[in-house]
């Protein structure tokens, strides 16, 4: 039942609850109440302060979508505004004081993936430049992804034909135009208002999977709606053009399951019932939330800036609590420290169809997931923002083939973190894995540039891929194995029980 327009509900009323004693702000046309809620919001009250007798409709989709609206308390609606009130509330500009002033440069400037993450810092706001770039305590793990790509070297061949090559693969028993996706990245809004509907309509066109993130700013039906209807109008455009050969986009959904069994499982039924998320991506790295250093320093900074009278004391204990990761984005219950691999058959039942593991960090587990019948393992470290000193992807995939190569034969493995390259994306795919997941350039590429960044981003890794394929002399996918690379500085490096006994 939608809440009744209240009379009462003032601008100038509603204009005067911003402290820590009374503060509402408004969202959606509804005024809400979150007095109670300050103390449990994930990110801690300074922001929620900050938005406090304003509308802070545009500021909260850059983070949530209206899903999370539920989880505030029963009686937190106080009502839906009128026209004219709502007219006259100002506006949330919370971000607007960090925003850098310049924008980013012209994208034809944009030759390489890197050059998009300086385009992006140009033009957003602190707040979601620390959320997207930071990474866990001192940021050893990111420095390892980025370094990985390097400690491989490919072999090329000579006197191959390769004025035509094919980087066509398949993901999951469905076809992909190239042997990489978009990985899974929560709050995209943060980046620009595009959001995800930018994201999965730039792989609709360009034939790109994708992964989406249980923490979306768009409602999942939204994203499956907006991909659905762009991809027929890019089938619309190719009828008769010859390019009907090319494989279609296809989405995933990566899901956090949460302490309520319940949630995970309206979750996966809601996705389910779109008809449009080809697998399920259960993250498996997250039991608690790694320590993002630079978000914790940054939240301590804002509770003591808010500068509202009367809440000093409040506040200041806050950015004490910010600094071990009391305040965080993730609100409570929403990761389960108690998961194990028995939870598998229920998530298994429900969803029905392929399920990958995303966050697989040793060869023993990939190991274990392929006995337990799964269909799928990501190998990866969170883009370096959860385990400190976690082993790059590149690295797992390594001791994978060393100590279980038969498990490269029954499943498919995946790898992200640090991938710049699509070049890069060869090495992955000739040492075993499937296909290779880009994240941050994909972000940064949206906070620039908005769905045509991202259609960009896609296509200097494409055209890097096919480059690649081209000068190392590999005509087709197929081609692309072991002995295409030299990975022996990697393999130096990777776990080896004989030598791990004390």
Same mark, same amino acid.
């Given at each position: 039942?939608?809440?009744?327009?209240?009379?009462?509900?003032?601008?100038?009323?509603?204009?005067?609850?911003?402290?820590?004693?009374?503060?509402?702000?408004?969202?959606?046309?509804?005024?809400?109440?979150?007095?109670?809620?300050?103390?449990?919001?994930?990110?801690?009250?300074?922001?929620?302060?900050?938005?406090?007798?304003?509308?802070?409709?545009?500021?909260?989709?850059?983070?949530?979508?209206?899903?999370?609206?539920?989880?505030?308390?029963?009686?937190?609606?106080?009502?839906?505004?009128?026209?004219?009130?709502?007219?006259?509330?100002?506006?949330?500009?919370?971000?607007?004081?960090?925003?850098?002033?310049?924008?980013?440069?012209?994208?034809?400037?944009?030759?390489?993936?890197?050059?998009?993450?300086?385009?992006?810092?140009?033009?957003?706001?602190?707040?979601?430049?620390?959320?997207?770039?930071?990474?866990?305590?001192?940021?050893?793990?990111?420095?390892?992804?980025?370094?990985?790509?390097?400690?491989?070297?490919?072999?090329?061949?000579?006197?191959?034909?390769?004025?035509?090559?094919?980087?066509?693969?398949?993901?999951?028993?469905?076809?992909?135009?190239?042997?990489?996706?978009?990985?899974?990245?929560?709050?995209?809004?943060?980046?620009?208002?595009?959001?995800?509907?930018?994201?999965?309509?730039?792989?609709?066109?360009?034939?790109?999977?994708?992964?989406?993130?249980?923490?979306?700013?768009?409602?999942?039906?939204?994203?499956?709606?907006?991909?659905?209807?762009?991809?027929?109008?890019?089938?619309?455009?190719?009828?008769?053009?010859?390019?009907?050969?090319?494989?279609?986009?296809?989405?995933?959904?990566?899901?956090?399951?949460?302490?309520?069994?319940?949630?995970?499982?309206?979750?996966?039924?809601?996705?389910?019932?779109?008809?449009?998320?080809?697998?399920?991506?259960?993250?498996?790295?997250? #039991? *608690?939330?790694?320590? /993002?250093?630079?978000?914790? %320093? +940054?939240? &301590?900074?804002?509770?003591?800036? =808010?500068?509202?009278?009367?809440?000093?004391?409040?506040?200041?204990?806050?950015?004490?609590?910010?600094?071990?990761?009391?305040?965080?984005?993730?609100?409570?219950?929403?990761?389960?420290?108690?998961?194990?691999?028995?939870?598998?058959?229920?998530?298994?039942?429900?969803?029905?169809?392929?399920?990958?593991?995303?966050?697989?960090?040793?060869?023993?587990?990939?190991?274990?997931?392929?006995?337990?019948?799964?269909?799928?393992?990501?190998?990866?470290?969170?883009?370096?923002?959860?385990?400190?000193?976690?082993?790059?992807?590149?690295?797992?995939?390594?001791?994978?083939?060393?100590?279980?190569?038969?498990?490269?034969?029954?499943?498919?493995?995946?790898?992200?973190?640090?991938?710049?390259?699509?070049?890069?994306?060869?090495?992955?795919?000739?040492?075993?894995?499937? #296909? *290779?997941?880009?994240? /941050?350039?994909?972000?940064? %590429? +949206?906070? &620039?540039?908005?769905?045509?960044? =991202?259609?960009?981003?896609?296509?200097?890794?494409?055209?890097?891929?096919?480059?690649?394929?081209?000068?190392?002399?590999?005509?087709?996918?197929?081609?692309?194995?072991?002995?295409?690379?030299?990975?022996?500085?990697?393999?130096?490096?990777?776990?080896?029980?004989?030598?791990?006994?004390?």
């Amino acid at each position: 039942m939608q809440p009744k327009e209240n009379p009462a509900l003032s601008a100038q009323e509603i204009a005067s609850h911003r402290s820590m004693s009374s503060c509402w702000i408004v969202v959606d046309g509804k005024a809400y109440d979150v007095t109670t809620y300050l103390d449990e919001h994930p990110g801690g009250p300074a922001i929620l302060l900050k938005q406090g007798g304003t509308d802070a409709t545009a500021e909260f989709h850059k983070i949530h979508s209206s899903d999370v609206l539920k989880y505030l308390p029963k009686d937190a609606c106080l009502g839906t505004l009128d026209a004219a009130t709502r007219a006259a509330l100002p506006i949330s500009n919370a971000s607007a004081d960090s925003t850098p002033g310049n924008g980013p440069p012209h994208i034809s400037s944009i030759v390489v993936a890197n050059d998009f993450e300086a385009a992006a810092k140009a033009v957003m706001p602190v707040k979601s430049w620390t959320y997207v770039s930071s990474s866990a305590n001192n940021g050893s793990a990111l420095r390892s992804n980025l370094a990985s790509w390097h400690a491989v070297r490919f072999r090329p061949r000579i006197f191959r034909a390769v004025s035509i090559v094919d980087p066509r693969s398949s993901i999951l028993g469905t076809a992909s135009a190239f042997p990489f996706y978009v990985s899974p990245m929560g709050q995209l809004g943060r980046g620009h208002p595009d959001a995800e509907l930018g994201v999965v309509r730039a792989l609709a066109r360009r034939g790109v999977h994708g992964v989406m993130s249980t923490e979306s700013t768009v409602k999942m039906e939204e994203i499956a709606a907006a991909f659905l209807a762009e991809k027929k109008k890019v089938k619309s455009s190719m009828n008769g053009t010859g390019g009907g050969d090319r494989p279609e986009a296809q989405l995933h959904f990566q899901l956090y399951i949460p302490v309520d069994r319940k949630i995970a499982i309206q979750r996966i039924r809601r996705a389910k019932a779109t008809g449009t998320f080809h697998s399920l991506w259960v993250t498996v790295d997250t #039991a *608690v939330l790694g320590k /993002r250093t630079a978000d914790r %320093a +940054l939240q &301590a900074s804002e509770a003591l800036s =808010v500068g509202a009278t009367g809440d000093e004391e409040s506040l200041s204990a806050h950015a004490e609590r910010a600094a071990f990761g009391l305040l965080s984005h993730v609100g409570t219950g929403a990761l389960n420290a108690d998961l194990t691999w028995d939870d598998l058959s229920w998530i298994r039942r429900e969803w029905g169809g392929p399920v990958v593991l995303k966050g697989v960090q040793s060869a023993e587990d990939a190991a274990r997931a392929a006995d337990l019948g799964v269909d799928g393992v990501l190998l990866s470290n969170h883009g370096g923002r959860q385990m400190h000193d976690a082993p790059d992807a590149l690295t797992t995939l390594l001791e994978i083939r060393t100590h279980y190569p038969k498990v490269l034969e029954r499943l498919e493995v995946f790898v992200d973190g640090g991938c710049r390259d699509g070049s890069d994306v060869l090495k992955a795919v000739a040492l075993g894995a499937k #296909a *290779v997941g880009i994240g /941050r350039p994909v972000f940064y %590429a +949206l906070a &620039a540039y908005g769905q045509k960044g =991202v259609e960009r981003c896609l296509d200097i890794f494409a055209d890097e891929l096919t480059t690649g394929m081209r000068l190392s002399g590999m005509a087709d996918i197929s081609e692309v194995r072991p002995e295409r690379v030299n990975a022996s500085r990697l393999l130096n490096e990777i776990w080896r029980p004989e030598k791990s006994r004390l």
